[in-house]
């Protein structure tokens, strides 16, 4: 049996509006995969029903290494710092790899 993989999955809640803007930080970064979902709740900012652009919240999952976990996260303090409403929250995680073809490497 293969070995569990440790990594980060690192969720980002934050609104559609600025899911754009997310996803070019994350691919200027090497993060090629992640997985985005509709989303609707309250919170600090109020009911976000999902009905209008500018109160629809998404959910962003990105399974990565801590090293880059690490430089990814400077980039997302310094958006909350700019006031862009974004809430980070960082688990530990086992995966199970896919196989990997003989000769190729891992590209984390």
Do not use: W
């Amino acid at each position: 049996m293969r070995r569990l993989e440790q990594k980060k999955l690192l969720t980002l809640i934050t609104s559609r509006a600025l899911e754009k803007m997310i996803i070019e930080t994350l691919r200027l970064r090497g993060v090629g995969g992640y997985t985005v979902v509709q989303a609707s709740g309250a919170g600090s900012s109020g009911l976000q029903s999902g009905m209008l652009e500018c109160d629809s919240n998404i959910l962003i999952y990105i399974i990565l290494s801590e090293a880059r976990l690490v430089t990814l996260l400077d980039d997302l303090d310094d958006m909350m710092h700019r006031n862009y409403r974004i809430k980070v929250i960082v688990t530990d995680i086992s995966i199970l790899p896919r196989k990997i073809a003989r000769g190729s490497a891992s590209d984390e």
